[in-house]
């Protein structure tokens, strides 16, 4: 019997930038899509754009992990180049390139305000793995995202490092990681994800298994420009925070607004 679901979420992953998206979240794109009494192939446009919206935006280019991973391995012994070509890598990931400029800061200031951890998990990491040599060598590190191809690539470069933990790909609203940890990173996603749904943010945290979280959020668009951007985003997440009962602090940190949350 046709499957108008299983035919429109096959025809969205047949595209080769959405190929390696986990399918679970094409499906449940597709099914909103199909809801709105869409046509088949206005709701093929309209999952694909926000696949796009969610995802697709933020990479840059050719993400060629065959080739970055040998880049990586010949200089795994080297810290300094080792760093420098996580660097390079981390440029092809809009969120992450933003970083670059103040990823030493970003770390330090986030550990001092943390003390000692032996867990994060790395809520849509996205290529956040990549900064794994900037993170305590003894830190179980889980991250998880959407790319099934994006994931793999990270989850061996932690693995060469001889780094704990796991990076796999799920959509973290259908199946918000249980993982037990210290601290949960929400790196610059809530907004990302209440483009999908907007009581995303809440429900994700809420569900994440941690008793602290660190939160941040993007000072500017993706195209650059900052529409008061950091203003309306605290003033959203403090009421969000302040309405579950969360104390917060928020971290001195320049070109990134951060926040440790005790959830308790
Ligand atoms: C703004 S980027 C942030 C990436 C990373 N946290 C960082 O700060 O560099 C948002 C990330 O969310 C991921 N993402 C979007 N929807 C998701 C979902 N439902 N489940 C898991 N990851 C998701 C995207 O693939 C993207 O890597």
Not at 128 to 148: A, E, M, S
Request: overall charge neutral.
């Amino acid at each position: 019997m046709p499957d108008p679901l299983n035919d429109l979420t096959a025809a969205v992953l047949a595209g080769p930038k959405y190929a390696a998206i986990v399918p679970e979240l094409a499906r449940r794109l597709a099914a909103a899509e199909l809801a709105k009494g869409r046509s088949p192939k206005e709701a093929l446009k309209a999952t694909r754009n926000k696949l796009h919206q969610v995802g697709g935006a933020y990479l840059g280019g050719r993400m060629d992990y065959p080739d970055w991973a040998d880049r990586l391995a010949a200089v795994s012994a080297d810290p300094a180049a080792l760093q420098a070509e996580c660097r390079a890598i981390l440029a092809a990931h809009a969120s992450s390139r933003e970083r670059l400029p103040i990823l030493d800061d970003f770390y330090a200031a986030i550990f001092a305000a943390l003390g000692p951890v032996n867990s994060v998990l790395d809520v849509a990491c996205g290529l956040n793995p990549l900064t794994l040599p900037w993170l305590p060598p003894d830190l179980t590190y889980y991250g998880v995202d959407i790319y099934t191809d994006m994931t793999a690539f990270c989850d061996e470069f932690r693995a060469r490092l001889g780094r704990p933990g796991r990076v796999w790909a799920a959509d973290v609203l259908a199946q918000p990681p249980d993982t037990a940890v210290d601290v949960a990173f929400v790196f610059k996603t809530l907004p990302c994800l209440e483009q999908v749904d907007k009581d995303a943010g809440r429900t994700l945290l809420r569900a994440l298994n941690a008793a602290r979280l660190v939160v941040s959020f993007p000072v500017t668009s993706l195209g650059g420009r900052a529409k008061g951007m950091p203003a309306n985003y605290a003033a959203r997440f403090e009421a969000l925070a302040a309405a579950e009962g969360w104390p917060i602090q928020p971290l001195n940190i320049t070109g990134e607004l951060v926040y440790l949350v005790e959830k308790g």
